[in-house]
């Protein structure tokens, strides 16, 4: 799908405004909710540590600081990590695609799948300094997004092979997963690794083009797949923290992503997919990137004046206790909320103009 959305763009600032325009928006709707929950079930963020944290997530840089290793599972949502993941691959895709020869693309991308599938394996059997770190970065992962880039390549979905067969994918995977793997992980557990994981890719194209009116008919053109990627890990780590686990059920869970990922379409997503159309194709990627991000870059400047505010110069250096810079940054959305909706509206023509002076937020 992503390979795809570059090829249909005219140019690399639309296909970057559209990529930006599906991620942020969600996921900031997503750690917002987080820190009222977390705020009502006995998280305190009004701290500098919660202050430095909120907008490293607000820009797909995902991690759980210390302040938080004690709520739930110990991460606040064990979904998101992958975020950063795929924000990478994003921008590596447009690197590939100018350097690959276009005519033989399918053989260069598929001579960089065996490539990084090596990688893998030495990733995943060896140990070395920042191993940790470095399945945060692209590296190990590609080769997985690079095959899906070749079967897109390749409209593999149209085969008979695929299209209408995810009963038989189905039962293949389940088949590795349940009976195969007992016998081949103790001899080779990156093989089932890799023989899983390619199942897996067979078994979703395939599913994603089995009986497809399907969900049409029950979805009604509403993508809500971004919002139970981003929720459904919200959702349990909460219910482990009130200690409910004895009083849910699987049922219960999948109703309250589906519901969480609905409204995070309908209010928060779709708004914004929508400004896709009001591209022309003539504005660089720059002002693209500037648009989407706006919103977090005047929070994060509205936090800064604020903390500042007990100072008459922003230039100049202050100190002040981290509750109170804290509370002075919470206490201005929760008072201001007509500021909130203008930053965070997409019908915003200008988000540019959302941008405050020292001399407005902090009058001498």
């Known amino acids: 799908m992503i390979s795809a959305s570059l090829e249909r763009s005219h140019n690399t600032g639309i296909y970057f405004k559209n990529r930006a325009l599906r991620i942020f928006p969600g996921l900031w709707g997503c750690l917002f909710i987080t820190v009222i929950i977390f705020s009502i079930t006995g998280v305190s963020f009004l701290n500098l540590e919660a202050l430095k944290w909120l907008p490293a997530q607000m820009v797909g840089i995902i991690y759980t600081h210390g302040f938080l290793h004690t709520y739930g599972f110990g991460s606040y949502n064990g979904a998101l990590w992958s975020i950063t993941v795929e924000l990478q691959f994003y921008v590596v895709l447009p690197i590939l695609y100018l350097l690959v020869p276009k005519r033989s693309a399918i053989y260069w991308f598929s001579g960089l799948i065996v490539v990084f599938a090596v990688g893998y394996y030495l990733f995943y059997t060896q140990n070395y300094p ?6 945060f970065t692209f590296v190990p992962h590609i080769y997985l997004f690079l095959v899906g880039v070749v079967f897109q390549k390749l409209q593999i979905y149209k085969s008979k092979f695929i299209f209408n067969k995810a009963h038989y994918w189905i ?14 992980v103790p001899v080779s557990p990156i093989a089932y690794i890799f023989i899983k994981h390619g199942l897996l890719g067979f078994t979703v194209i395939s599913m994603a083009y089995t009986l497809p009116g399907i969900a049409k008919k029950f979805l009604r053109t509403n993508d809500i797949s971004y919002g ?3 929720y459904h890990g919200l959702i349990m780590t909460v219910i482990v923290q009130l200690k409910l686990a004895g009083a849910v059920n699987l049922f219960m869970i999948l109703v309250a992503t589906y519901a969480a990922a609905t409204l995070s379409w309908l209010f928060i997503e779709r708004p914004f997919i929508r ?3 009001n591209d022309k194709g003539g504005f660089i990627a720059g002002y693209f990137l500037m648009e989407v991000i706006s919103p977090f870059r005047s929070i994060y400047i509205l936090s800064i004046t604020l903390i500042s505010s007990v100072n008459t110069d922003l230039r100049t250096p202050c100190i002040v206790s981290s509750s109170h810079s804290s509370a002075l940054f919470i206490f201005s959305l929760i008072k201001c909320p007509s500021l909130y909706i203008k930053i965070l509206s997409p019908s915003i023509k200008r988000p540019n103009a959302l941008l405050f002076t020292t001399n407005q937020l902090n009058p001498r």
Do not use: D, E, H, Q
């Open 130 to 135: 920042f191993k940790n770190l470095l399945g």
């Open 171 to 184: 039962i293949a995977y389940l088949t590795i997963v349940y009976l195969v793997s007992p016998v081949l």
């Open 228 to 230: 139970i990627y981003i």
């Open 275 to 277: 400004r896709k159309k």
